[in-house]
């Protein structure tokens, strides 16, 4: 009985069973025909549902503040007819505390501009329910137009799919039509039997006659369907134990057809005129019917009502569902079939069958509208998901950093892959938010960076390729700002004064005109000469010299072109040499896209505005008075956002088990945070959030990675991002492996390519032992955080168990909370829940205190950095060169002195040598340069000079990437 299982079904009447009582006395009873049939009083019934349903609808809203069903109805034209149903259903939304809005349009509206309104109520989140008033006028396709509702919203049940559900003996409608399910209701509230029953429905129209149909076959009718050409239509209403008149033809039916005691329930409603008067009559001749019938609809009265009382029931019905959609978040297992020896990781993925990303986005709770696919296994996570789920509470935040890494990498985005899998395993939901890796490392030395075995983030090609274009559209933002800088220096150098004011400050009908990109260009001098910036008729030479030069300091110049290729012969390069330059060539370098600053922007924004803004403040060089000037001045920086409005959504993967992944940006760990970005974690806090109607312990867990070690990533990742963010980490995770604490105990050198030394290969405790200082160490950094730690040990064939016991006992002493050897590389999540409980485990203790940051941004640039190299490193002292004494004076002049700092430093040592392993001592760090991020927000000392342009070696890894005649990537690792 598809009415009684909806989620309504207790908004039953209580006085059921008196009626149910009167009715069996009367029943199909022959006797009793003379008697006036009783009334269906489909009047009173619908103001009980709709008391009812108005009372679940305050329930719901009491619980959610959130809650607020909607219903939409689209009226074409002013029929008289349509215009008093319109004004019914919007009585009963408004008693019922359903929102309603009303779109009239005219008669001469189009299909197409209609259908294009359908879709925007479609794709509306604040729209539950949408209602197509018919009839339409005749230049529109009824059947085109209400085929175009989205089945969840087609409150009328008309759609194909919820008819076709219905028509179907196995499947349940998402809504029922409207006027059947009152059919329904009328029938069951007044408990007349259906089951062996003969129904005979006279009409089959989609509305009414089918559906009814379908409803009385599911509960057992036998059903007879007539129509226009039905024969002997008498004879067949003659047998029937309840007829349904849907024909549309005033007093069609008579007495005399009918079987003493039937049920009949007239839907027709027809105008007729009668003595001069319009009166409303139904499709049975009401004076002999009711006179033969057991049960009798009036009309008006009888059936009508109850479609309005039923079409609130829906619009219900559909708020509530697309409610239990958002907060869902089921996400399912992707089982995988393990091989020992594990296969190589581009076999894995091939083997694996992914979910389509629609699925994990529908798992996830995200709707259809909020995503924007790329093919079938990527999507682009749009900016409005954040909005409508901004109101929830965040999950747990989780930052995977490591201890100090071999040149192998100790495996962090495996291990963040095999967490988030293991955490679905414990019935919890995880989601993985990892930077986009650069095409550099990916053909150059290193690989890709989409975990590995069992543990991974897929496709991998698509992964460590170009995903969604994010580093192109980061490497056209950055390169447009260059040569807006470098071409603006070459017009102020060749123009005059005249000529810069007539083409920046154009006069249109005599009125100046500020172009939109340079407003706040205008706004600055104005207020710093006095001037009103509304005022443009009245503006002083001096003004709009001031305004048009900038002056720029071509030995000031900071930002270099980016491309995302392990180039290094474009480590310097001259520029300008054709003559159309005028001979005003300029020494310059690229960057890899990675580590521009428009990268930094993507990964620490906010939101769009958010973004906007940082690119404004980007400073690209100082005037000759050593001024800053900024992406603003240049009036560029709008467009760059243009270029960016698609990069800041984040990308929504999987893992190899269909986790939620999400990947967005990619800076540089070495001179920039080496996050992923702050909007994808903000996102995925949210959508792993509670509501506040739901438990705290529902709520999931986000695991986000800070590229290298705790005195790197992890100290950046609290310092900048956390702190630009706002968001606070429930616990870290440091990853260890065997090998790497070996090397820092004193193992023989790692050299990648070479054979791995039998140190590596073989039990050794004492090497371990010695190793476990550095683990240590990044513990104690994480303490000063005040946040919890877990050591993953990231396991390999080689280790032995005794090995790990050492490690375990060491960092438990020193105060984390567990360290667990993972397995997932070789097992997948399976291979990870012990870390995955150890971590849960974390985020569950009551931390006293709460999180802290290491230092105040109100202190002067050079105790910041003393204070990251004392606490972090273990340094005795920091040592500024003069020139970084200068940088930082000119920093303090132009007010940046309260950014945080972003250390430029290697992530093969605690300190700023590559060379000191394990728990360095005794050592100064000599901050050489120091460089400005003012958009990104932070200001980078370097520690040594930082190659901002990898190079290929000898061998790179393009060497084994290949691609088959049938399309197949080879080699890609
Ligand atoms: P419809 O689309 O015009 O369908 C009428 C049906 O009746 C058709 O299947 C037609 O057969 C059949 N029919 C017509 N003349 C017949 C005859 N002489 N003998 C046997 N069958 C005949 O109408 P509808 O939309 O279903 O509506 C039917 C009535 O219900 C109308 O009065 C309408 O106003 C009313 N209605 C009321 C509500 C409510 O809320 N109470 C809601 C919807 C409709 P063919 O298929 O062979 O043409």
């Not at 069958?353 to 629609?358: D, G, S, W």
Request: proline share 5%; charged share 25%.
């Amino acid at each position: 009985m598809i009415v009684s299982n909806l989620f309504w079904s207790r908004l039953v009447l209580k006085n059921a069973s008196q009626v149910k009582r009167k009715i069996n006395e009367r029943l199909f009873s022959h006797s009793s025909f003379l008697k006036a049939a009783n009334i269906l009083d489909g009047k009173q019934l619908s103001r009980k549902m709709q008391n009812s349903v108005a009372e679940e609808v305050e329930r719901l809203k009491r619980m959610d503040e959130k809650y607020h069903p909607s219903l939409a109805i689209v009226q074409v034209g002013k029929r008289e007819d349509s215009n008093v149903y319109v004004r019914m259903k919007e009585r009963a939304a408004k008693k019922i505390g359903i929102a309603y809005k009303h779109y009239a349009f005219p008669d001469s509206i189009s299909q197409s501009t209609l259908l294009r309104e359908v879709r925007k109520l479609n794709n509306d989140q604040s729209v539950h329910g949408i209602l197509v008033q018919l009839p339409l006028p005749r230049h529109l396709n009824e059947k085109t137009v209400t085929e175009s509702i989205l089945a969840e919203k087609d409150v009328d049940g008309f759609g194909a799919v919820n008819i076709g559900m219905l028509a179907k003996n196995t499947s349940t409608p998402i809504h029922v039509p409207c006027t059947p399910m009152g059919v329904m209701e009328l029938l069951h509230q007044y408990s007349i039997p259906i089951a062996g029953k003969n129904a005979v429905i006279l009409g089959r129209s989609d509305i009414v006659g089918n559906p009814v149909s379908y409803l009385l076959r599911q509960e057992n009718a036998t059903v007879t369907v007539c129509h226009s050409h039905t024969e002997n239509l008498p004879e067949q209403i003659a047998k029937a134990d309840i007829l349904v008149a849907a024909l549309g033809k005033p007093e069609f039916v008579r007495g005399e057809w009918l079987k003493p005691g039937a049920v009949v329930i007239d839907v027709g409603i027809n105008a007729i005129h009668h003595n001069g008067k319009r009166t409303l009559v139904g499709d049975v001749h009401y004076p002999s019917v009711s006179q033969v019938a057991g049960y009798i609809t009036p009309v008006p009265g009888g059936v009508g009502p109850m479609t309005v009382a039923m079409l609130m029931c829906n619009t219900v019905k559909a708020a509530e569902l697309l409610r239990n959609k958002s907060i869902l978040r089921k996400v399912s297992i992707n089982e995988i079939a393990l091989k020992d020896p594990v296969p190589s990781d581009i076999e894995i993925t091939k083997s694996q069958e992914l979910k389509k990303i629609t699925t994990v986005a529908k798992e996830l709770g995200i709707h259809e509208t909020e995503i924007e696919t790329y093919g079938h296994y990527k999507a682009k996570v749009d900016m409005k998901l954040y909005e409508r789920l901004k109101h929830r509470n965040d999950g747990h935040y989780i930052v995977v950093s490591g201890i100090t890494p071999t040149p192998f990498g100790e495996g962090k985005s495996t291990v963040v892959a095999g967490l988030v899998q293991a955490i679905g395993h414990l019935g919890k939901l995880g989601i993985a938010c990892v930077r986009q890796p650069s095409q550099g490392p990916t053909f150059g030395v290193k690989g890709g960076a989409a975990g590995g075995g069992y543990a991974q983030f897929v496709p991998m090609d698509d992964f460590n390729l170009h995903m969604t274009g994010d580093i192109h559209a980061v490497t056209a933002a950055n390169n447009l700002l260059v040569a807006a800088l470098e071409t603006r220096m070459f017009h102020e150098s060749t123009q005059s004064d005249a000529a810069l004011i007539r083409r920046l400050l154009p006069l249109k009908d005599g009125r100046r005109v500020i172009p939109k990109g340079l407003l706040q260009r205008w706004n600055k001098i104005c207020n710093n000469l006095g001037h009103d910036p509304s005022e443009l008729e009245n503006v002083s030479q001096e003004l709009l010299e001031k305004f048009v030069r900038l002056n720029i300091d071509p030995e000031t110049i900071t930002s270099n072109r980016v491309l995302d290729v392990n180039d290094r012969f474009l480590r310097e390069i001259e520029l300008g040499l054709a003559c159309t330059e005028k001979g005003r060539s300029r020494k310059t370098s690229f960057d890899i896209s990675v580590a521009s600053e428009c990268m930094s922007i993507l990964a620490l924004s906010n939101d769009l505005k958010d973004m906007r803004h940082r690119l404004t403040n980007m400073v690209i060089a100082n005037d000759k008075k050593g001024d800053p000037v900024t992406a603003g001045d240049l009036g560029v920086a709008g467009a760059m956002a243009v270029l960016l409005k698609d990069a800041i959504k984040p990308n929504l993967m999987q893992t190899l088990e269909g986790t939620p992944v999400l990947v967005h940006a990619g800076p540089f760990a070495n001179i920039s945070i080496g996050a992923s970005s702050t909007i994808a974690d903000k996102v995925g806090l949210k959508l792993a959030g509670t509501e506040s109607f739901e438990n705290a312990d529902k709520a999931g867990y986000v695991v986000t990675e800070a590229g290298f070690a705790s005195d790197m990533g992890m100290e950046k990742f609290f310092n900048i991002k956390c702190r630009s963010s706002g968001l606070k980490p429930s616990a870290v995770v440091l990853v260890a492996t065997v090998k790497a604490l070996k090397l820092h105990g004193g193992g023989p050198e790692l050299k990648p390519g070479a054979p791995l030394p039998d140190e590596y290969l073989l039990e050794n405790l004492d090497l371990v032992r010695r190793g476990c200082a550095n683990m240590v160490q990044h513990i104690r950094n994480s303490q000063k955080f005040n946040v919890p730690v877990v050591i993953a040990i990231n396991s390999f064939r080689t280790d032995t168990n005794k090995e790990y016991e050492i490690i375990r006992q060491e960092a438990l002493d020193a105060g984390a909370v567990d360290a667990i050897p993972s397995y997932q590389f070789s097992k997948g999540g399976q291979g990870a829940i012990g870390l995955a409980e150890a971590v849960m485990k974390a985020c569950s203790t009551p931390n006293e205190g709460g999180f802290k940051f290491l230092y105040d941004t109100k202190a002067p640039i050079e105790e910041k950095i003393t204070t990251i190299a004392k606490e972090m490193y273990g340094a005795k002292g920091v040592e500024f060169s003069p020139l970084a004494e200068r940088r930082m004076k000119d920093f303090k002049r132009q007010g940046y002195e309260r950014l945080p700092i972003c250390m430029a430093k290697t992530q093969y040592s605690l300190s700023h040598d590559p060379k000191l392993l394990n728990v360095p001592k005794d050592f100064v760090v000599p901050i050489r340069d120091m460089r400005l991020n003012a958009g990104a927000g932070f200001i980078y000392p370097l520690t040594a000079k930082i190659q901002t342009i990898p190079g290929l070696p000898t061998a790179p890894a393009y060497l084994n990437i290949n691609l088959t005649d049938d399309g197949e990537i080879l080699g890609l690792s």
